[in-house]
């Protein structure tokens, strides 16, 4: 059985970083895509970044180059360093995973994570 468990969220000042940190078991993340999502309570949830198996990475567009996704096979484990965030960015945001790049089908990945809450203040 596939688990995500999401840490690193917290409260942040606007203009300081926070990196998440997603630790995956039951499955090999060499072998898979990993993706953050996040979402406010009462809007559509929203993705944030991807990375496929060969590293290669897709943001969204509001990401601008503030954050950085990242992987260590060896751990398992995906990460997002985000820097200079903005109080846009305050969300729950969540690890994903599934073993093709679902971004380029329009599809949803099967695995999450429960989420970690980012609040971000002005």
């Known amino acids: 059985e596939v688990h995500l468990v999401e840490s690193g969220g917290g409260s942040v000042q606007a203009g300081g970083s926070l990196r998440l940190t997603c630790v995956a078991s039951?499955?090999?993340?060499?072998?898979?895509?990993m993706g953050w999502f996040r979402q406010v309570p009462g809007q559509m949830r929203e993705a944030v970044a991807a990375?496929?198996?060969?590293?290669?990475?897709d943001y969204a567009d509001f990401v601008e180059t503030r954050f950085t996704i990242s992987k260590d096979s060896a751990k398992n484990t995906l990460y997002l360093q985000m820097d200079n965030l903005k109080p846009d960015d305050t969300a729950a945001y969540y690890c994903?995973?599934?073993?093709?790049?679902?971004?380029?089908?329009?599809?949803?990945?099967?695995?999450w994570g429960q989420g970690t809450q980012v609040t971000v203040s002005s």
């Open positions: 990375l496929d198996k060969l590293g290669r990475t």
């Open positions: 994903a995973a599934d073993s093709f790049p679902w971004w380029s089908f329009g599809r949803e990945p099967q695995y």
């Open positions: 039951g499955m090999d993340s060499s072998r898979h895509c």
